[in-house]
Each structure stands twice: as C-alpha cells, then as structure tokens.
C-alpha cells in the first residue's frame, strides 16, 4: 500500500474512492503486506485506527465474512 500525492494506491494502481468524502491529511509510508495478512483502512481517514498505525491483521484474526454489498448502489452484490 503507499499514499501518494493524495491517493492510495495498491499494487501501483490507484484505488478509485468514492466514498471518501474528505483528503486525507495524514500521510502513511509505504508498507508491504505479507501473505496471509490484510491491510485495512476506515473510510474516516483521518480519524481510524486502523493498518496505518496497527500495521497488517493476519487474516486468521478476520471474522466476518461479506455476503452482500449494498453501498455504493451501482456495485450492489451477493458473495
């Protein structure tokens, strides 16, 4: 994951956001997740705790599982 002029970006490609409402102001340097880990961000950038100061969640530590996508209505989905 890096941050970049404003933008994260995963893999080198940058990650469309629209939900994010607010530019985020606080930078993150750039990390590497290692296999079997996630790197998990709040969509209130500049007020979650989240991989950023945390680091990676070994996924072994996930709980929930996504079986449906409501928001935003244009990617409605089941899992």
């Known amino acids: 994951m890096e ?41 209130n950038r500049n007020g979650s705790r989240d991989s950023r100061s945390v680091g990676p969640i070994p996924k072994e530590n996930v709980l929930g599982k996504v079986l449906l996508r409501y928001y935003p209505l244009n990617k409605i989905n089941n899992f």
């Open 3 to 43: 941050y970049k002029d404003g933008s994260v970006y995963r893999n080198g490609t940058e990650l469309v956001e629209d939900y994010i409402k607010e530019e985020m102001v606080l930078p993150f340097e750039t990390i590497v997740v290692p296999e079997n880990y996630i790197f998990v961000m709040g969509d």
